[in-house]
């Protein structure tokens, strides 16, 4: 079956930009992550939606990263104003139930900021 | 505050022998831990995990072993093939955060030459 998919593979913006990164997570899954991953790094927690209820979002870096998952299924993580800092790959990952720790990760996006 | 490290950025090891890779914890009260496997360009995918209540996991070729008190865990390999040349990170979850996130190592990147 398909997994999960994200678009853009890779996205240039200018410093400033603001930029929109779609995550489809597999059908029927309920739990929907974001990572963000550095350079040499592991991912990094960014935000957590329960369905279309965004539960935790205590990875979020600024008040200019928001996401959405307004039903339940397609998710979007936007990122205003974008600082060459932000420059990374952005995960999706699913899973099926509430707290499977099992997650499915999608194959990111590569947000390059100029 | 790096809760889940790796400290060996990268291993090399021959085809057929074993490969060992570890990972040390600072938080006792996380109670899941899974490897995931990452090729360049890909999402990570999931390998192996282990539960708080175990101290080993195997599956085929990769056994996983936890040591709680040593707040320390590796991933086994045997025998090590060529296509295991990747980047593994080892990750960890804790219940009580009601969100099932996972915090990952900086990861290893294992080649297995032939």
């Known amino acids: 079956g398909a997994g999960v998919s994200q678009s853009p593979r890779y996205k240039v913006a200018k410093r400033g930009q603001d930029v929109a990164l779609r995550c489809d997570p597999i059908?029927?899954?309920?739990?929907l992550f974001w990572y963000q991953q550095a350079l040499g790094q592991g991912p990094e927690f960014l935000t957590y939606?329960?369905?279309?209820?965004?539960?935790?979002k205590s990875g979020l870096p600024s008040d200019r990263f928001f996401a959405e998952r307004p039903e339940g299924s397609v998710s979007t993580l936007k990122i205003q104003r974008t600082q060459q800092e932000d420059s990374a790959v952005y995960l999706c990952a699913s899973s099926l139930g509430q707290l499977s720790y099992e997650q499915y990760f999608g194959p990111g996006t590569r947000l390059t900021v100029t | 505050d790096q809760q889940v490290k790796q400290n060996s950025p990268s291993l090399s090891v021959q085809e057929g022998r074993i490969s060992i890779l570890n990972c040390d914890y600072t938080?006792?009260?996380?109670?899941?831990f899974l490897w995931y496997k990452k090729y360049p360009a890909e999402g990570p995918t999931f390998l192996i995990s282990i539960s708080s209540i175990k101290d080993k996991n195997e599956d085929g070729r990769f056994t996983v072993f936890l040591n709680k008190s040593a707040k320390h865990l590796s991933l086994h390999i045997v025998p090590s093939q060529p296509g295991d040349s990747a980047v593994y990170f080892c990750a960890a979850s804790l219940i009580s955060s009601n969100t099932g996130k996972l915090i990952f190592g900086q990861g290893t990147t294992l080649q297995v030459k032939p």
């Open positions: 939606f329960q369905n279309e209820a965004q539960l935790d």
């Open positions: 059908s029927g899954h309920v739990s």
């Open positions: 938080n006792s009260m996380f109670d899941y």
